[in-house]
């Protein structure tokens, strides 16, 4: 998430159009989602711990790297690097869930991807960095935080070799999950939820800058209030869909999404209405701090959809959770990735900045429809080990 901020002075020193900068952006999630589905293997074959210390390793050089590049290709190469990060959750995830039992795991696992609040964290610490010394500072300083990060992971975490997957299970054995059409629904459902929250999170700050003309500061505060809650809520929603069932939450938070991608898609309109008296002029559009509250409910609904959909993977495939958490998670990673360079796209062809929103609307509305036909009558009662209500 770091491009979210500092893309912005870069865009500014390049000369970048809109959808130069979103690949800027997205670059890094690309690399984040294609890694996911090997390091879920390999959690399952290795284990977490010594999967998840080299990945946070090897990202940190990269990191540093970012503060000397001077051209826009240099940037796009590091940023590959720089989103091998992007792929930890397929690591941690299957790490944490093995650890709890199945009416845990909700939880569990929401407290983990409750990390995601860092790219709130960046909202908030990176605009003062760059303020102070620099935009080139700021790659520094998270090099030196990854690296003090992964010595922390490695000194206060533990292995248990019983959650390890058999050594005689190939490659194309686990693979064999994608012939699951569960898993295809779920991959759908994580785009919008998580692909949709990254895709958000990178576009919002400079969304504020050019939108409502805010300084880099202001407007990087203001996206912070959809990454925070849309990070930190996530254990919430795991405690929710360990409660409630996957299903029912998930449903709820695809409708809020829905009503709220609805509202966030109208742009900023003037009419001019004929009346007896003479011209009526009549301006219509979100003023910012009711954009920020319904971002805020999405941000708030993406979180509890996040855990919800791993609720699913956790219950449904207890034995290869790290291949199918991979699969998953790519898919969700895919999305961050597309959605930021489609939303310059769109900016660049029709001039309307809320046209990222009109595209997520539309992506809401093939989830609910799916989740409408895929599911029996059974299915949609909360699932084995929720509390009944």
């Not at 990390?115 to 700021?138: D, R």
């Not at 994608?178 to 692909?195: H, I, P, T």
Request: hydrophobic share 55%; glycine share 12%; net charge positive.
């Amino acid at each position: 998430m770091m491009f979210a901020v500092l893309g912005i002075p870069i865009k500014k020193q390049l000369g970048l159009n809109e959808t130069e900068f979103g690949l800027l952006a997205a670059m890094p999630v690309l690399s984040g989602s294609l890694v996911r589905v090997p390091l879920g293997i390999w959690c399952d074959k290795f284990g977490g711990r010594i999967v998840f210390f080299l990945l946070m390793l090897a990202t940190v050089v990269p990191i540093y790297l970012i503060g000397l590049a001077t051209a826009y290709w240099q940037f796009l190469v590091l940023g590959l690097f720089v989103g091998l990060a992007g792929g930890s959750f397929s690591v941690g995830t299957p790490y944490v869930a093995r650890w709890f039992p199945k009416e845990r795991r909700g939880l569990a696992m929401g407290i983990f991807g409750a990390g995601n609040s860092g790219s709130a964290l960046t909202k908030f610490v990176a605009p003062a960095i760059i303020a102070a010394w620099g935009w080139q500072s700021l790659p520094t300083v998270y090099a030196v935080a990854m690296l003090v990060t992964a010595l922390a992971f490695w000194a206060f975490s533990a292995s248990d070799p019983s959650h390890l997957v058999a050594g005689t299970v190939s490659f194309a054995e686990q693979m064999k999950v994608l012939k699951d059409r569960r898993v295809w629904r779920y991959c759908q459902y994580y785009s919008v939820v998580f692909g949709g929250y990254v895709g958000l999170a990178l576009w919002m700050t400079k969304y504020y800058v050019a939108e409502y003309g805010f300084d880099l500061r202001l407007a990087a505060l203001l996206a912070a209030c959809f990454s925070l809650p849309g990070g930190v809520l996530r254990a919430m929603g795991g405690w929710i869909a360990d409660r409630y069932g996957a299903y029912k939450v998930t449903w709820w938070v695809m409708w809020v999404c829905w009503v709220c991608f609805f509202l966030l898609s109208y742009p900023q309109t003037s009419m001019v209405i004929k009346t007896v008296k003479g011209d009526m002029v009549m301006n219509l559009g979100l003023t910012p701090w009711m954009f920020t509250a319904l971002l805020f409910v999405v941000g708030t609904a993406m979180a509890i959809g996040k855990a919800s959909v791993f609720k699913f993977i956790g219950d449904e495939f207890t034995d290869n959770i790290g291949a199918v958490s991979g699969v998953v998670g790519l898919a969700g990673g895919l999305g961050g990735f597309i959605l930021p360079i489609m939303f310059g796209a769109l900016v660049d062809l029709t001039g309307v900045r809320s046209s990222a929103f009109m595209l997520l609307y539309g992506t809401v509305c093939v989830s609910l429809i799916w989740m409408h036909y895929s599911f029996p009558p059974a299915a949609k009662a909360p699932a084995a080990g929720a509390v009944a209500v």
